[in-house]
């Protein structure tokens, strides 16, 4: 997709501090992070939000889960604990239609 800004910073053509990539997903820090750790995970296939899922989607959104798990691991918040997020839809706050999974972490909340 052209005109979304996380295709771009996938494609590198914006800016964005770079935590992690494969050939499925690319994981970055939130510009304005709400924790000491805040990841976002995003599949590096355009998805608008999880609405548009599909069956053979199943595959990468575990994958989501468990790059979350490592980098999780990676930050040193695995044992105290971290909360994962995806919004979907303007309700739940979703600003951003690309896929991205929230890895929060770093103090209590
Ligand atoms: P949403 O509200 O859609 O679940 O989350 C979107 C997230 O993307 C927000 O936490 C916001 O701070 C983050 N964000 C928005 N624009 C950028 C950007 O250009 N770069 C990065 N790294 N994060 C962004
Ligand atoms: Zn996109």
């Given amino acids: 997709m052209t005109d979304c800004i996380f295709c771009k910073i996938i494609k590198g053509e914006i800016h964005s501090t770079h935590v992690y990539r494969d050939e499925q997903v690319t994981a970055i820090r939130d510009i304005n992070p709400a924790a000491p750790t805040h990841i ?5 296939r355009h ?46 706050g979703q600003t951003i239609f690309h896929v991205h999974l929230h890895l929060l972490g770093g103090a209590p909340m």
Avoid: C, W
């Fill in 40 to 44: 976002l995970i995003l599949p590096n």
């Fill in 47 to 92: 998805i608008d939000s999880v609405n548009m899922l599909t069956n053979e989607d199943e595959q990468l959104i575990g994958h989501l889960f468990t790059t979350a798990k490592q980098l999780a691991a990676l930050e040193g918040i695995a044992d105290g604990g971290y909360r994962l997020i995806m919004n979907t839809g303007a309700d739940a």
